[in-house]
């Protein structure tokens, strides 16, 4: 197959969700092969323990490759880890001539996006649901959670808000935080970090941020005003007031168990989107406890902070009915406005077998 093909079809198909939009992809083509790497280095956070977050981001990246090579003419067989030696090599795509074909989700890869927008006080339907859940279901790659009543999302709301407590009140996750906040929208010219616009702040909450910028000052004002509690009560009533909320659940703990439920995830990401929802990962206390459970770093946590952390979650589990399962992906799913604005994709880094000399 030509260069030219897979050059379009990686080119659409990096527009998928991943931590930070770090985007930790590069990749090699050789004849109707697409090999893909992590990038370890592009995602060092707390939330990323052993590479999971961006596991989880390349099934994303993944599933949008097959959906995209149908619409070029070619079915795409996925292999992960192909090379046990090749530990970064996360999966091998290859590429056979077939009918072209898009599916109705296609049109919909450049449109997904993140927004953080206040919800409508809608719910979702009874068909939207059942759609969202059928196209997880479809994928035979992960489960799709939803709940909607009022005393869970108020639960899990509690729950969810745990992540911007811990990040105003740690001062590691407090200046990773601030590192990767892009204040002007021409910064976007590299992978990692967050648009400003794009956290969709209210305007009291902006002034906030800057001020909370200055570590000194957040200890001063966590001390006498209890500041990251206010946060956290404010983010609190935003989850709750959220359409619905929904957990990826994956079949299993392991690296490919994180890919396909990020497979998963897009697919239901694409959907919603195409039904006019907007979606918002909330995945903060879900990766804090992946460190947790596997023994990472966590002394950058406080004895406090690891018991929240473990009541947060446990409270996610119990909600959702799933303990003792891994949940790669969550996120809140209903009706809002159009985001202020929109996370940028870098070209991405190709090398082509026939080119090298």
């Known amino acids: 197959m030509n260069n030219k093909d897979i050059q379009e079809i990686i080119t659409e198909s990096v527009f998928a969700p991943s931590g930070e939009n770090c985007q930790p992809w590069k990749f090699a083509a050789d004849g109707s092969d697409i090999h893909i790497f992590n990038v370890p280095e592009a995602d060092t956070s707390l939330y990323n323990f052993e590479q999971k977050g961006s596991y989880a981001a390349h099934g994303a990246l993944i599933e949008n490759i097959v959906i995209v090579a149908l619409k070029y003419g070619y079915k795409a067989s996925v292999k992960l880890f192909p090379i046990k030696e090749e530990q970064n090599l996360v999966a091998t795509l290859t590429l056979d001539a077939t009918n072209s074909r898009e ?59 745990v992540n911007e407590q811990i990040i105003f009140e740690n001062k590691k996750l407090h200046d990773f935080f601030y590192e990767h906040i892009l204040w002007k929208e021409e910064d976007q010219d590299k992978a990692g970090g967050f648009y400003i616009k794009t956290l969709e702040f209210l305007p009291h909450q902006l002034k906030g941020v800057k001020l909370f910028k200055n570590w000194l000052i957040l200890k001063i004002l966590n001390k006498i005003g209890k500041v990251s509690r206010i946060i956290a009560k404010e983010n609190a009533e935003k989850y709750a007031n959220s359409g619905a909320l929904a957990v990826v659940v994956a079949k299993g703990n392991s690296r490919e168990d994180f890919i396909n439920a990020g497979r998963t995830a897009e697919r239901v990401w694409l959907k919603a989107t195409e039904l006019g929802l907007s979606v918002h990962p909330c995945t903060g206390v879900i990766y804090f406890m992946e460190r947790i459970k596997g023994g990472g770093d966590v002394g950058v946590f406080s004895q406090n902070h ?18 003792g399962k891994t949940i790669p992906m969550l996120f809140r799913i209903g009706y809002a406005d159009e985001p202020s604005a929109r996370s940028m994709r870098m070209k991405p880094n190709i090398l082509f077998a026939n080119e090298v000399k």
């Open 103 to 161: 599916l109705s989700l296609y049109p919909f890869i450049a449109k997904r996006c993140t927004n953080r927008k206040d919800h409508a006080h809608q719910k979702l339907s009874d068909d939207q649901k059942k759609q969202l859940i059928e196209t997880a279901r479809e994928a035979g790659l992960g489960e799709l959670k939803i709940i909607d009543d009022e005393e869970s999302l108020n639960t899990l709301g509690k729950a969810l808000a």
């Open 306 to 323: 690891l018991e929240t952390i473990k009541i947060a979650y446990s409270d996610i589990e119990r909600t959702f009915g799933v303990e």
